[in-house]
């Protein structure tokens, strides 16, 4: 309570054009960080070393006895960006809503089967997920005048 009265009579020598409210939240020491790893390259793309950064090194780290929690940041996650032209997908009269399902449609994670015996059974699933640009850009979208339109024939597809 203190600390708010203390904000409160604050508030009247702050800026008028703050955006936003002053606050405080408490915080545990316990919580602060005890280690920090780094880590770089010369030749592996910033984007590649956080997947494996958050993927592998900060599950192999959770694992260990006594370790609360892991966190990654300072990179951006990978990602495959679809800029969509919207002259090219007007010219094949083709919606934003069929490029979206066809780019949902790419990275379906489904059931592609099952195995049983006479006591068990089991689901077969594989991830149908796609990672890099040049694997998007042949995707077939929809169809216009008997051909196919490829999600590299209305947008441009970068890492």
Known sequence: RDVQA??????TQLPADLPGQPG???????DAPIILLSL???NIPPAQIYDAADS?????????EGVGQVFSWGSSRPAVRVTVNPDL??????????VRRGLQAANANLAKGT??????????TDTDQLFKAYEYQPLIIAG???????LRDVAEVTD
């Not at 203390?6 to 508030?11: L, Q």
């Open 40 to 42: 770089t390259s010369t």
């Open 115 to 124: 195995v049983a015996d006479s006591t068990h059974s089991w689901t077969i």
């Open 24 to 30: 405080y939240r408490k915080v545990n020491p316990a």
């Open 56 to 64: 592998i090194l900060a599950q192999k780290l959770a694992q260990v």
């Open 89 to 98: 997908v007007n010219s094949y009269s083709i919606s934003l809503e069929t």
């Open 144 to 150: 216009h005048a008997g051909a196919p339109v490829r």
């Open 6 to 11: 203390a904000i409160n009579a604050a508030r």
